[in-house]
């Protein structure tokens, strides 16, 4: 699937969102209530979940049942993020299933959740095909205008929105009033977007407030679940989820093997980004039961794990792990035993070992913790970049691709194939 296919799918599915969240709101409250922010008729969270659901769950379209399980958590998570996130942000609830059985925190809700997996599975088994199918029909020229004048125009509703929410539009009068005639008129014209988006979040959404309380000046380093936090605890866990992965092969294998994501150091990015995203996610629900735990970090985990090795084979066409020999595996990405380690695994992090890293990690200095984090930030990302490049350049030689660029030349020169094979030892091509 291209990536014009992936964007017109991204609008296509927020406008049909729009389409069902207004005809539902005109239902309940027996008139018309615009469910848009700005110019376009969409609702971008059908939009995410609608392209994450087809890109990462469309080998399992010829599986309803999987299909509709899929669909069902990577929508609700989404939406939970959603509803956090804007809560967050703006100081107010967006939507409310309080009042409905089986909720978590009144943003996600068994019978959502439901009707989240019917929609994905028709979705991606019937809808995903006729869309992808009508925009191929277009000519070249109409369909090239049409997608990037309905992406420019998503873009400037999106910023717009964004921009709002941080309370931006209260403050462009003042600056209406200074500057240059060219910066007063962009202002002006960012003021009406700015307050029309305004009044239209505000119609669609009575409740939304956005009044921003005042950022206090932090007396701890990382406190609560920040950033800082955040990015430390993803690197930790990189290098202790490397040295278990490679220890764990060494037991049962009887080899020593690399387990390695990347070209420098020993960092499993697969299992940093699960301890970061756990944290994330569960860090509200650190004191429930260890049983609400378990189940929460099987079933994240094992679509966490699932979307990674998707991503990673398109990206790379590359499969780093294979669990087909294993009972109880969905297409060899994951098994249940694997899954059920995660919930074990989110019980162990949230009850015995986040408690002593937290404070470990809060204890640190604010100016110095600034400094460590920025640099491990800089390290990471010029890691994460030069593993993409040797990756990508190891996929190209398998294809007979010649270096002809600086970069190729580089790579290599430093990154040969008996490099990659050591690094990455159960990588498998596919086409």
């Known amino acids: 699937m291209s990536l014009e296919h992936i964007l017109w799918l991204f609008i296509c599915f927020s406008v049909l969102g729009w389409v069902l969240e207004t005809t539902l709101a005109a239902i309940r409250t027996r008139r018309y209530v615009d469910r848009s922010v700005l110019f376009g008729p969409w609702c971008i969270i059908y939009g995410v979940s609608g392209v994450l659901i087809t890109v990462g769950l469309w080998e399992l379209r010829g599986n309803l049942l999987f299909l509709f399980i899929g669909s069902a958590v990577l929508a609700t998570v989404v939406e939970w993020l959603a509803g956090h996130l804007l809560e967050n942000v703006s100081h107010t609830r967006w939507w409310d299933y309080s009042n409905r059985r089986f909720n978590l925190d009144g943003y996600i809700c068994l019978s959502a959740s439901v009707l989240w997996g019917l929609l994905g599975a028709v979705m991606v088994r019937w809808g995903a095909p006729l869309l992808t199918g009508l925009y191929d029909l277009m000519p070249s020229l109409a369909r090239g205008i049409l997608l990037w004048t309905l992406a420019a125009l998503l873009v400037v509703d999106g910023i717009a929105s964004v921009l709002t929410l941080a309370g931006v539009a209260h403050k462009l009068p003042a600056l209406q009033r200074t500057g240059r005639r060219l910066d007063a008129v962009s202002a002006r014209l960012g003021g009406w977007i700015l307050t029309r988006t305004e009044r239209r979040i505000q119609k669609a959404y009575p409740a939304a407030s956005f009044v921003h309380a005042k950022r206090q000046k932090a007396t701890v380093f990382a406190a609560g679940c920040s950033f800082a936090k955040l990015f430390l605890l993803f690197f930790i866990g990189a290098f202790l989820g490397d040295v278990v992965e490679t220890i764990f092969c060494r037991v049962t294998g009887g080899v020593w093997m690399s387990r390695s994501s990347v070209v420098w150091g020993p960092f499993s990015l697969v299992w940093g980004l699960a301890l970061a995203l756990a944290t994330l996610l569960l860090y509200r629900y650190k004191d429930k039961p260890a049983s609400f735990l378990f189940v ?58 986040y408690p002593p890293f937290s404070r470990w990690i809060e204890s640190i200095p604010i100016l110095p913790g600034r400094i460590l984090t920025a640099v491990l930030v800089v390290f990471m990302v010029a890691n994460v970049s030069m593993s993409a490049l040797a990756m990508g350049r190891y996929s190209q030689r398998a294809e007979g691709v010649p270096a002809t660029a600086a970069w190729q030349v580089y790579m290599d020169e430093h990154y040969p194939d008996e490099t990659m094979r050591r690094i990455y030892p159960n990588a498998i091509r596919t086409d």
């Open 296 to 353: 929460a970090g099987t079933v994240l985990g094992g679509a966490y794990e699932y979307l990674c090795s998707v991503f990673t084979e398109l990206v790379f066409g590359t499969v780093f792990w294979d669990y087909s020999k294993i009972p109880f595996n969905l297409g060899g990405r994951i098994n249940l035993l694997y899954c059920f380690f995660w919930g074990f695994a989110a019980v162990a992090w949230f009850k015995v070992a």
